[in-house]
């Protein structure tokens, strides 16, 4: 802390004369990781970018920014561009874009390397193989000559590592590294981080969004809103008592994978509202009108980041005397007392909510979808005029669902699983390739165009992106009324029905002359709960509904959700790639991998007593947002990416990264490389396809 | 300042014993439009040019054919407002007699060919296959087609009305290009999420193209159809060249310009009054056109300024 490598103070961003940074210190000490958390439009990638200089034109930069004490706010070109890659090295979100796609990713290094080092092309080739070694890539040699597109996400990712800690520099800045990747192999690309942190000995600062990687990752944290740190703090005193509002609601809004001693989940606190605009900023303290503490001084000037976080005189009072520890608001020492349920209220109904009791069973219901081994193949076609069949994506081979009445189904699975082209198989309403699908007690096989309408006011979908799932040219009213005129819904019934729905989905009636653009995410995600809602389904089909969100705004949307759910005793169907989620909103889950079901049952059991190698392996990826458990946890590295859909196996699919199965003994390898398990029970309804299944506690 | 309709509506909205009927996008989008300074005077203009068109006849007690031997190439007068031509015609009488014409003419053809090139467009790309190999071949089809022998074998045995017919003949030429601009919007609006989440829903493909589709590519099919009334009255202006569209002794304004072209600088009232109000027109309709596309389009830049402050 003392001799920090990289000093930012003051720094100042603004675009045309709209701030996005606004003084923002930070100080990173020698081989220390600095997490940088903050919601989309706080200002935090902005400040990994400013501080490599990496900014357009447009942006104005204020401020400084010190490398080894040498400035590099101003510097020209030439010395931005001597320590850019040498000095300092950048891991960017999509490796894609940091790649030139038409040179060899081993070229690229090598070029990387000799930018900086006078090294011959041999040394420097031989330098950029070992490098794509210590990254984890197989055969780094032949890799070395493939092209960037060749690769996959993680493998891309792993190679920008490499090239970034080419040259050993004292910092490395990482903006959100794993946000595009799936969670297994996030796990291995923050694998792959600590290995070359620890090589090099290099700085992290680490920008995320995501607090579970942040928990596991950082030594210190910082969390930026609007432009500003309001709070920095060494991780486990962040954690644990967070003195400022908002970082004490980011807590509180994520939902968790571990239950409390009791097995209980808490409930999820939303954040009120959405962050300010960055050209609309309210006087004094930028949070106060989403802050419930929120009193007259916090309006009149802005708090600033003391360690008693009251402005001008610092005060140390016993307990609150951690000079690391800093927070941007006048009752901090109030804050690090409350946990997020005393500060943020949840809507009264909203809290008291609970899932169907633990080990309570299912509801004694009649089915409202059943899926019996769907299976969904899309040809595989070549060439650019005559198109020929060369094979066939199995996007979809062998799906089981059964949801009841009034249950919530979490169906999970990484990108490339089947989880989305299995709902769309269902929402077609049309005879499945092989298996079944019966909705609400009908067979979808021979309906009519009058029988598959009726079904369809049974069954409604969520999608993930309300931006692109609501028409931007007609107004909300119109958008909700939608679903009850397509069943031929009377005028009177639809003007009765819209403000109810949006009162419902906690919007104003009187917005409804307005148009989507005109809402933030939440508010426009609500909206599309709204339509769905119309026309009073059984089954609401949830296509990651909240995967778009921040994590403030995504627990208001949840908690309405559980709300609606026993308000209506709707059933759902919740897709999702997010675990934790599934566990805060689900009674059951279905684990997907390769098209494939292979692992359903109890959420409570699945989480604690998972069967299935991979849902073990998915599971232990899931960073938790808690330093202490997080840091404390064993994990299971999948190798390698999933298999491409293209090639059907035989045997069991999941066998090239099965951890159990790398460790059997050749004659019980037998089994899984021959037969394909089948999803067998597990004693009570806790199913799973797996020859060797075996208990492994994970959280 | 919110409008009175929307506070109307929000009070109304807020109690729950008055149910207000939501308001749909007709009734949004003309609030939008009206709310246009420039697009309800693009119309007033129109509206005028139409009420000049058909009541000037009435004004004046010269008939376009009349010849007024007595006043050859005379400016305008009391006598004749506008001047007379090279044989004696009384200008405000023809411009207005061609007026008529070239107004029907305009803007039957900009929307007719518009809303045929919408229709096949969007339908050709929404359902796709043999649907759209179909609707493209005709498209293809009628774009090589020689247009101008089609219509220079039809209109001569059109009397009286024929007209009519022929400006329907030229919107019939017109749509092609247009329809398959269209006809690739479609398809990519196909998957958009919103249309696909209609389609769940169970509404009906020709309501998701009425609904979503096609509003969707309005601000292109607007601009077009502006376009083409301008170029309607030119191409009518070509055609009556050759002898074909409108007959002499009917004029149009595409008629009356070509003749008076060359008289411009020497006898300008031959020209600039049918030019002047060719201009008014087609400026007019730009006018109208850009405040519908605003109207129909919630994001564009030139919303109604009072609202955000109003809230
Ligand atoms: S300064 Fe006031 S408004 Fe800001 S976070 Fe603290 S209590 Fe809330
Ligand atoms: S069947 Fe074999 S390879 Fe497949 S998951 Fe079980 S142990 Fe692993």
């Known amino acids: ?699 | 300042m919110a409008t009175a309709p929307e506070a109307l509506l929000a009070e109304a909205a807020s109690d729950d014993g008055l149910v207000a009927r939501p308001p749909s996008r007709a009734r949004v989008t003309l609030r939008r439009f009206l709310a246009h300074p420039t697009a309800v005077a693009g119309l007033a203009v129109v509206a005028l040019l139409f009420v000049l068109a058909f009541a000037g006849p009435h004004l004046t007690r010269w008939s376009y054919s009349d010849i007024d031997y007595t006043a050859l190439r005379s400016g305008p007068s009391a006598r004749h407002w506008w001047g007379t031509n090279r044989i004696g015609q009384d200008v405000f009488a023809q411009t207005v007699r061609g007026l008529q014409k070239s107004l029907i003419i305009g803007l039957l053809v900009g929307v007719a060919a518009t809303a045929g090139a919408a229709t096949v467009g969007a339908c050709a790309g929404y359902f796709g296959g043999w649907t759209d190999r179909l609707l493209t071949f005709v498209t293809d089809l009628l774009l090589i087609f020689p247009s101008f022998l089609v219509i220079s074998v039809v209109s001569p045995r059109l009397k009286g009305g024929g007209w009519l017919v022929f400006a329907l003949l030229l919107a019939l030429f017109g749509w092609m290009i247009t329809a398959r601009v269209v006809r690739s919007m479609a398809i990519s609006l196909r998957e958009r999420e919103f249309v696909r989440a209609a389609r769940y829903m169970a509404v009906g493909p020709l309501r998701i193209i009425a609904r979503h589709i096609v509003p969707n590519v309005a601000s292109f099919l607007i601009i077009d159809a502006t376009i083409a009334v301008g170029s309607a009255v030119m191409s009518e202006t070509a055609l009556s060249y050759f002898g074909f569209g409108v007959q002499p002794p009917d004029v149009s304004l595409g008629t009356l310009i070509a003749d008076g072209t060359g008289a411009a600088i020497t006898y300008p009232w031959m020209f600039f009054f049918a030019a002047g109000l060719l201009v008014v027109f087609v400026l007019a309709v730009n006018l109208v056109g850009d405040g519908l596309r605003d109207a129909i389009d919630p994001t564009s830049a030139r919303r109604r300024p009072g609202r955000r402050r109003a809230r």
Do not use: W
């Open chain 1, 1 to 699: 802390m003392n001799d920090p490598v990289l000093d930012i103070s003051g720094l100042t961003v603004d675009f045309g004369g709209v701030p996005a940074v606004r003084g923002v210190d930070l100080h990173l000490g020698r081989g220390e990781v600095l997490g940088l958390v903050g919601e989309s439009g706080s200002g935090k990638s902005v400040t990994a970018l400013a501080a490599m200089g990496l900014l357009p034109a447009a942006a104005h930069v204020g401020g400084s920014v010190r490398l080894d004490g040498a400035e590099l706010v101003g510097a020209g070109d030439k010395a931005l561009s001597r320590v850019r890659g040498n000095r300092v090295a950048m891991v960017f979100q999509d490796p894609l874009s940091a790649f030139t796609p038409v040179y060899r990713i081993g070229d690229q290094i090598v070029e990387a390397i000799r930018t900086h080092q006078d090294l011959s092309r041999e040394k420097a080739a031989a330098r950029a193989v070992e490098l794509l070694d210590l990254v984890g890539i197989p055969e780094p040699r032949l890799r070395a000559a493939a092209f960037p597109h060749e690769f996959s996400g993680g493998m891309r990712q792993r190679a920008m590592i490499a090239m970034a800690v080419a040259n050993n520099p004292d910092v490395l800045l990482a903006d959100e590294p794993t946000t595009a990747l799936d969670v297994t192999v996030q796990a291995q690309i923050l694998d792959v981080l600590r290995t070359a942190r620890r090589e090099t000995g290099a700085a992290l600062l680490l920008v995320s969004h995501d607090l579970g990687v942040i928990a596991g990752m950082a030594d210190r944290v910082a969390v930026m809103y609007a432009g500003r740190i309001v709070e920095t703090a060494p991780v486990d005193a962040l954690f644990a008592a967070p003195r400022m509002p908002y970082t004490l609601g980011l807590i509180g809004a994520v939902p968790r994978l571990d239950a409390d001693a009791e097995g209980r989940l808490e409930p999820l606190v939303p954040i009120p509202g959405a962050p300010p605009a960055p050209g609309a900023l309210p006087p004094g303290c930028a949070f106060a009108p989403r802050c419930p503490l929120a009193e007259d001084r916090c309006r009149e000037t802005e708090p600033l980041l003391t360690a008693a976080g009251r402005a001008g005189k610092a005060t140390h009072p016993a307990g609150a005397a951690d000079p690391a520890h800093l927070a941007a608001c006048v009752r901090a020492e109030e804050v690090g007392a409350l946990r997020p349920l005393d500060v943020f209220p949840v809507p009264g109904t909203d809290g008291a909510l609970r899932k169907a009791g633990p080990g309570g069973g299912r509801p004694v219901a009649d089915d409202v979808l059943r899926v019996t081994d769907l299976a969904r193949t899309f040809p595989l076609l070549k060439g650019a005029i005559v198109k020929r069949r060369v094979g066939s994506v199995h996007a979809v081979d062998g799906v089981d669902l059964d949801i009841r009445a009034g249950e919530v189904l979490g169906l999970v699975g990484e990108s490339g699983s089947g989880k989305s082209t299995t709902l769309f198989e269902i929402l077609e309403l049309r005879p499945p390739e092989r298996g079944s699908v019966e909705v609400l007690g009908r067979s979808v096989e021979g309906l009519t165009r009058r029988d598959a309408r009726a079904l369809r006011a049974g069954v409604q979908i969520v999608f993930q992106d309300p931006m692109a799932s609501l028409d931007p040219r007609l107004p909300v009213g119109d958008i909700v009324a939608e679903p009850l005129r397509a069943q031929h819904a009377d005028r009177a019934l639809v003007a009765r029905r819209v403000p109810e729905l949006l009162r419902r989905v906690g919007l104003e009636p009187a917005h409804a002359d307005r148009f989507p653009h005109e809402f933030s995410g939440g508010q426009r995600q609500r909206i599309g709960i709204a339509r769905a809602l119309a026309v009073d389904p059984r089954l609401l089909i949830l296509d990651e509904p909240v995967s778009a969100l921040d994590v403030s705004v995504q627990a208001g949307i949840l908690n309405l959700l559980l709300r609606l759910r026993a308000e209506l005793g709707l059933a759902y169907l919740f897709v999702s790639h997010d675990l934790s989620v599934v566990r805060h909103v689900a009674d059951r889950v279905g684990v997907m991998y390769l098209g494939r079901t292979v692992e359903t049952g109890a959420v409570a059991e699945v989480f604690a007593r998972p069967l299935h190698p991979y849902t073990q392996a998915l599971l232990s990826a899931v960073p938790l947002p808690d330093p202490v458990r997080e840091r404390a946890r064993t994990r299971i590295l999948l190798p390698g990416d999933p298999p491409s859909p293209t090639s059907r196996p035989s045997g069991c699919p999941f066998r090239s990264r099965c951890q159990v199965f790398a460790a059997l003994d050749p004659g019980r390898k037998e089994r899984c490389t021959t037969q394909a398990p089948a999803l067998a029970p597990q004693g009570g309804d806790h199913t799973a396809a797996c020859h060797f299944p075996a208990e492994r506690a994970v959280l």
